[in-house]
C-alpha cells in the first residue's frame, strides 16, 4: 500500500515541476543563518518570497523546508523520512522571562500525506524543555498544534489564537519543485498560516536553544517548510545575526563617524 501511494505521489510530483517550471521564475536569493546557529540540511535566510511576505519586523526571516532534505526522526511520532533542521546559538534566561517569535507555516502536501513543522526549547545538553509548536496539514480547522503530535506545553499563547490554512498551492522557492503546487488539489489543506506570534514564559534560569524543524512523513514528494523571525527573549533579540538592510547602513554611518574622529585626533 505504501508503494502504490509513493508512486502516485512521484507522478504527481513530475506534472508539478512542469506546471511550477511555467509559473514561477525562479528562487529568491537565500543567504545562510546567523553565525552561530546550526542548520542541517536546507535552511536559511530570505526576505519577501511567494506568500511568505515580509516579516512582521519588516525585513528578513529565517526558514527551514523538507525540500532537499536529509534523514530526521523529527520529534519521533514514527514514519518520519526527511527534513531540515535549524538551531539557534545558545542563549541565556531568566525564569519568568517571555520567550517570543513569529512563525508562518507553508504545505504543498495535502490531505493524506501530512509532514509537520515544530518548535522546541532545549537545554544546554539539548534535551528538550519544552515543545513550543507544531503543525501539520489538515483539511479544515488550525494547523496548530498539529494533529496526532504530542500536547504543546502549557502556557504556549498564539496571535491570533486561530490558525486556519489560507487554502492553495502556496508559491515559495524553499518549497523547491513543489512551490505552486497542492497535492490533492482544491481543500485538500496545501496552503500557509501567515504570520502568527507565539509567547512562552520560561519557567526556569539556565542556558537554552531553540530549534525550528520541518519533516516529512511516510514519503519524501511534495515539500513543506516554516518561516520564522522576531526571537526575543526576555524583550531582547537572539537573532540579531539576521540583519535589515537599515541596520546595516546605521552600522556604516556609524563607522564612518569613528574614522572620522580617529583622523582629525591623528592630526
Known sequence: MFTIKQSVKSLGALSVLAASTLSFSGPAAAAPLPAGWTCTANCGTLGADGVVTTSPEGGTYGYVSTSGGVADSG?????????????????SANAGDDLEFYFNYVTSDGAQYTEYAWVRLLDSALSEVALLFTARTTTS???????????????????????????????????????????GGVGAGCGYTDWIG????????????????????????????????????????????????????????????????????TA
Not at 520529534?75 to 542563549?91: K, L, P, Y
Request: glycine share 18%; proline share 8%.
Open 75 to 91: 520529534i519521533g511520532i514514527g514514519s518520519e523520512t526527511n527534513g531540515s533542521r535549524a538551531r539557534t546559538s545558545q542563549f
Open 141 to 183: 480547522g488550525d494547523t496548530v498544534p498539529g494533529f496526532g503530535l504530542p500536547a504543546l506545553a502549557d502556557g504556549v499563547v498564539l496571535d491570533p489564537a486561530s490558525t486556519p490554512i489560507i487554502p492553495g498551492g502556496p508559491v515559495w522557492s524553499p518549497l523547491g519543485a513543489s512551490s505552486g503546487a497542492c497535492f
Open 198 to 265: 507565539m509567547t512562552y514564559e520560561i519557567a526556569a534560569a539556565g542556558n537554552y536553544y531553540l530549534e525550528f524543524g520541518v519533516v516529512n512523513w511516510l514519503d519524501t514528494a511534495f515539500q513543506s517548510g516554516m518561516a520564522f523571525d522576531g526571537i526575543l527573549v526576555g524583550g531582547v533579540p537572539i537573532d540579531n545575526g539576521i540583519p535589515e538592510p537599515a541596520s546595516l547602513a546605521l552600522l556604516g554611518i556609524g563607522l564612518a563617524g569613528l574614522g572620522a574622529m580617529r583622523r582629525r585626533k
